[in-house]
Structure formats: structure tokens, C-alpha cells
């Protein structure tokens, strides 16, 4: 009895020791998730702005294998011993955590009960209600280079199975846009023998990406490209990620017509597919893939003299501004990675006019180099204010009392988001849901 006594006394001990590092992990892993909280408290991430993460308590076992997969960092937090969404506003849509969930209790939705997302219809296979008529990439909600690679395969995929080919003359398909997902969905057509045509309306590819900062940080993810390889990189820059879609284009052989914009998509005479109408003529294709983004345009204020020299929407050679008085408008990260490489040009005078009294939806690292710029003068911040008017050598603005400042200024950088296309959309016939917490479609 006594030797029983000791033999379970041992194996207490022993169960007890081997339990230590876990217990130990769980509360750091615990005090990291309060203080994510709190950090999305103060950033104010907690207001998602399109797909995001949300977690079913009822499934989920607390493992932590999607806080550890979330490639963006503190998008999900364990807080309770169980994972929570705590930065909303940070999710890209790349799905990881929802791929490695052991239980399937995280899906990605789009909007809120309380804050819709308007996007355009689309079906399983990408189709929109219009037959014949695809949306694939950003403009479907979903953000990350991976995801907009994968769901033009599919979709092209899905293309390649219908019966029939085009008669001589018209296309079996039109892709629209030569970002990541128009890339993608030109390579796989050519891989499935589809006569395509491939239009991109800047003279260079890169789509939304191309207007990013100098420099700027992409996250995407490990995934195979037909004719060309894997990219193997998790997150890559701008410049880095531009070079690679070149590289992609001259090893695949695939052709894109750059520098043409699509003005109209219609139902083509006959009923037999579509007429795309372009400045440099018309063509006939069976199907159409749109993989424009969900920028469409810059979003502009509206005031006098913003249609004049000096007045820019995006910042692609912040040198060319140095010894310049520049005013960057926004609160976003666009606006506040603009200012911080303007701010390291010698002698550039670098002012931030954002409508609110203080930053809200920056990653913490972009909050963090701003505010020490601030603290070192590089940038001066303009709290609660609103551009009213460029002037030639000045801007003008009105403070959260309304009162009109005029100050001497070169060139200002505005961004507050782009417009959603959906004028060109509706002119297609696509139809528009607002979604209030709608379960994204799995790719």
C-alpha cells in the first residue's frame, strides 16, 4: 500500500512539472492578449472595416493556433483564455485563421449588425448575377495577394469548364485589370488554351499596389503560380513585389494591353456573350473577369483648386519633394506612411490635416514612428481640421471652431480612400448587396 502511495505521489509530482511550462506559456500568452486589447483600445482598431474575424465560443478550444497564424500580428488576441478579435480593423481577409481552426469556429464575415459593407453580387464561382460576368480580387472584399491569386484561378478554372469556345473573332475572355488577380487570371487562361485579352488601364502593371509609398510593406502568403514557380515570401516591398510581377510576365509570356481603360461592358447583339467597348475600339469575348480593385478612384474633397498642379493621390518619389511645404491629408496609414517618407527628405516641411483630434485605424508601428516625428518636429500635426481651398504657394483650412487659417504650402498629398466603381458597375448590371455580418464565400 505504501509503494502504491509513493508510485501515485511520483506521478502527481511528474504531471504537475510537465504541466508548469504550459500553465506558464498560457498566462503569457493571456497578459499579451490584454495588452493587444488595450493597444486596439487606443488605436481604436476595434471597428472593423470590411472582412473580419469572428469567433464562435461555443466551438472553439482555446488551442491559440489561429492567434499564432495571423500574419498581421494582433488582429486576434487570446483574452479569457480563449482567442478574440481585439484590431478588427487590421484584417486583410487572408483566411489563416480560419484555414488552421481545429474545430471550424472562426468565420470571416463582412460588416456588422451595425456598420454594412456594400459589395457587388457574386456566386461561388465568382460569377456576378449577370451571366458570363466574373469579379475576382479586392473588389469582392477580399484584400492579400494569395487570396486574389487563388480565386482568379478558380474562377478561370471554372471558365475553362464550360462547354463551348468562342468562333473565330471574339474571345473567350476579357480580363480586366492587371493587379495581382488580372495577373493571375491572364496565367491561367493561357495555361487552359483560352484566347484572352488582357486590358490594363495605367501604362505599368501593379494595379493598387503601384500607388502604395516607396517602400511600403505588402503581407501576402506562400502560393504556386502555373508557368512561373512559388513565391515564397510572406511580406515583400512595393518595389520588390512590382519587379516579381514583371519577372512573372516575361517568364510566362503572357500579354497585357496596358494603358487602355474599359469605358462599358454590354450584352453583345446576338445574346452571345459581350461587347467591351475601350478608346482603342471594341471586342467581342463570352466572358468578362473584372479584377479592378475596389479603389476604382481616388476620393477627392471637393474644394477649389484641387484640380490644379501640386495635388497628388498617391507618392511615388517622396525625394522629388525635398526642400518642398507639403500637406498630407488623412488619418489613415496611406496618409501617415506618406508624411513619414516625406518627413525624410532634407528639408521638406511636412504638415498632417486629419478631420478627427486623433489618428484612428494606424497599425501601432506607423502610430509609433509618427508620434516621434512629431516629438521631433519633422511633422506638424493639424488636429480636427478641413482643407477648404489650394491656393497657388497656400492652402487653407477651417479648425474644429470653423475658424479659416491660410498658410504658405507647395504641393498636398490627399488621401481618404478611393470610390468604389459602382456607377461602371451598375451600368453592367451588377447588382449591390449590403452585407451586415455576412459570412465571406471560402477560397
Same mark, same amino acid.
Given at each position: 500500500?505504501?509503494?502504491?502511495?509513493?508510485?501515485?505521489?511520483?506521478?502527481?509530482?511528474?504531471?504537475?512539472?510537465?504541466?508548469?511550462?504550459?500553465?506558464?506559456?498560457?498566462?503569457?500568452?493571456?497578459?499579451?492578449?490584454?495588452?493587444?486589447?488595450?493597444?486596439?483600445?487606443?488605436?481604436?482598431?476595434?471597428?472593423?472595416?470590411?472582412?473580419?474575424?469572428? =469567433?464562435? %465560443?461555443?466551438? @472553439?478550444? *482555446?488551442? #491559440?493556433? $489561429?492567434?499564432?497564424? !495571423? +500574419?498581421?500580428?494582433?488582429?486576434?488576441?487570446?483574452?479569457?483564455?480563449?482567442?478574440?478579435? =481585439?484590431? %478588427?480593423?487590421? @484584417?486583410? *481577409?487572408? #483566411?489563416? $485563421?480560419?484555414?488552421? !481552426? +481545429?474545430?471550424?469556429?472562426?468565420?470571416?464575415?463582412?460588416?456588422?449588425?451595425?456598420?454594412? =459593407?456594400?459589395?457587388?453580387?457574386?456566386?461561388?464561382?465568382?460569377?456576378?448575377?449577370?451571366?458570363?460576368?466574373?469579379?475576382?480580387?479586392?473588389?469582392?472584399?477580399?484584400?492579400?495577394?494569395?487570396?486574389?491569386?487563388?480565386?482568379?484561378?478558380?474562377?478561370?478554372?471554372?471558365?475553362?469548364?464550360?462547354?463551348?469556345?468562342?468562333?473565330?473573332?471574339?474571345?473567350?475572355?476579357?480580363?480586366?485589370?492587371?493587379?495581382?488577380?488580372?495577373?493571375?487570371?491572364?496565367?491561367?487562361?493561357?495555361?487552359?488554351?483560352?484566347?484572352?485579352?488582357?486590358?490594363?488601364?495605367?501604362?505599368?502593371?501593379?494595379?493598387?499596389?503601384?500607388r502604395y509609398p516607396r517602400r511600403k510593406l505588402v503581407m501576402t502568403h506562400h502560393f504556386d503560380v502555373p508557368g512561373y514557380g512559388r513565391l515564397g515570401f510572406n511580406e515583400v516591398r512595393k518595389?520588390?513585389?512590382?519587379?516579381?510581377?514583371?519577372?512573372?510576365?516575361?517568364?510566362?509570356?503572357?500579354?497585357?494591353?496596358?494603358?487602355?481603360?474599359?469605358?462599358?461592358?454590354?450584352?453583345?447583339?446576338?445574346?452571345?456573350?459581350?461587347?467591351?467597348?475601350?478608346?482603342?475600339?471594341?471586342?467581342?469575348?463570352?466572358?468578362?473577369?473584372?479584377?479592378?480593385?475596389?479603389?476604382?478612384?481616388?476620393?477627392?474633397?471637393?474644394?477649389?483648386?484641387?484640380?490644379?498642379?501640386?495635388?497628388?493621390?498617391?507618392?511615388?518619389?517622396?525625394?522629388?519633394?525635398?526642400?518642398?511645404?507639403?500637406?498630407?491629408?488623412?488619418?489613415?496609414?496611406?496618409?501617415?506612411?506618406?508624411?513619414?517618407?516625406?518627413?525624410?527628405?532634407?528639408?521638406?516641411?511636412?504638415?498632417?490635416?486629419?478631420?478627427?483630434?486623433?489618428?484612428?485605424?494606424?497599425?501601432?508601428?506607423?502610430?509609433?514612428?509618427?508620434?516621434?516625428?512629431?516629438?521631433?518636429?519633422?511633422?506638424?500635426?493639424?488636429?480636427?481640421?478641413?482643407?477648404?481651398?489650394?491656393?497657388?504657394?497656400?492652402?487653407?483650412?477651417?479648425?474644429?471652431?470653423?475658424?479659416?487659417?491660410?498658410?504658405?504650402?507647395?504641393?498636398?498629398?490627399?488621401?481618404?480612400?478611393?470610390?468604389?466603381?459602382?456607377?461602371?458597375?451598375?451600368?453592367?448590371?451588377?447588382?449591390?448587396?449590403?452585407?451586415?455580418?455576412?459570412?465571406?464565400?471560402?477560397?
Amino acid at each position: 500500500m505504501t509503494e502504491l502511495v509513493i508510485i501515485w505521489a511520483v506521478a502527481v509530482v511528474l504531471a504537475g512539472g510537465a504541466m508548469v511550462p504550459f500553465v506558464r506559456k498560457r498566462r503569457r500568452l493571456e497578459h499579451a492578449g490584454k495588452e493587444a486589447e488595450r493597444k486596439a483600445i487606443e488605436y481604436n482598431l476595434q471597428e472593423p472595416q470590411s472582412l473580419h474575424p469572428v =469567433v464562435d %465560443p461555443g466551438l @472553439c478550444a *482555446g488551442c #491559440g493556433a $489561429c492567434v499564432a497564424a !495571423c +500574419p498581421e500580428g494582433d488582429v486576434l488576441a487570446l483574452v479569457g483564455m480563449q482567442p478574440k478579435a =481585439v484590431a %478588427p480593423a487590421r @484584417c486583410v *481577409g487572408h #483566411g489563416m $485563421c480560419e484555414r488552421v !481552426c +481545429p474545430t471550424d469556429a472562426i468565420t470571416l464575415v463582412f460588416g456588422t449588425e451595425s456598420r454594412g =459593407v456594400e459589395l457587388p453580387r457574386i456566386k461561388e464561382n465568382y460569377e456576378t448575377n449577370v451571366a458570363g460576368l466574373y469579379i475576382v480580387g479586392e473588389l469582392g472584399g477580399m484584400g492579400l495577394v494569395k487570396n486574389a491569386f487563388e480565386q482568379a484561378r478558380q474562377c478561370i478554372e471554372s471558365i475553362a469548364r464550360s462547354p463551348g469556345r468562342a468562333p473565330e473573332g471574339v474571345y473567350d475572355v476579357v480580363i480586366v485589370g492587371a493587379g495581382p488577380a488580372g495577373l493571375s487570371a491572364t496565367i491561367n487562361a493561357k495555361k487552359h488554351g483560352l484566347r484572352y485579352v488582357t486590358f490594363e488601364k495605367e501604362p505599368d502593371l501593379g494595379g493598387t499596389v503601384r500607388r502604395y509609398p516607396r517602400r511600403k510593406l505588402v503581407m501576402t502568403h506562400h502560393f504556386d503560380v502555373p508557368g512561373y514557380g512559388r513565391l515564397g515570401f510572406n511580406e515583400v516591398r512595393k518595389e520588390e513585389l512590382i519587379d516579381t510581377w514583371a519577372d512573372m510576365v516575361d517568364r510566362t509570356g503572357i500579354e497585357v494591353e496596358t494603358g487602355v481603360s474599359v469605358e462599358a461592358i454590354h450584352p453583345a447583339p446576338d445574346g452571345e456573350g459581350f461587347v467591351v467597348e475601350t478608346p482603342k475600339g471594341s471586342v467581342r469575348a463570352l466572358r468578362v473577369v473584372l479584377a479592378i480593385g475596389r479603389r476604382g478612384t481616388p476620393r477627392k474633397l471637393g474644394i477649389p483648386g484641387e484640380g490644379g498642379d501640386g495635388v497628388y493621390y498617391n507618392l511615388m518619389e517622396p525625394e522629388h519633394f525635398a526642400g518642398r511645404r507639403v500637406t498630407v491629408v488623412g488619418g489613415g496609414d496611406s496618409a501617415v506612411e506618406a508624411a513619414l517618407l516625406l518627413a525624410g527628405q532634407p528639408g521638406t516641411a511636412v504638415r498632417l490635416s486629419y478631420r478627427k483630434a486623433a489618428l484612428a485605424r494606424v497599425k501601432p508601428r506607423n502610430r509609433e514612428r509618427f508620434d516621434a516625428a512629431v516629438e521631433a518636429g519633422t511633422i506638424e500635426p493639424l488636429w480636427a481640421t478641413n482643407l477648404t481651398a489650394i491656393g497657388d504657394g497656400t492652402v487653407s483650412y477651417a479648425d474644429a471652431e470653423g475658424t479659416e487659417h491660410t498658410i504658405e504650402n507647395d504641393d498636398v498629398f490627399i488621401f481618404v480612400g478611393g470610390e468604389l466603381p459602382t456607377a461602371f458597375l451598375k451600368s453592367c448590371g451588377i447588382a449591390m448587396d449590403t452585407h451586415f455580418g455576412t459570412p465571406r464565400i471560402r477560397s
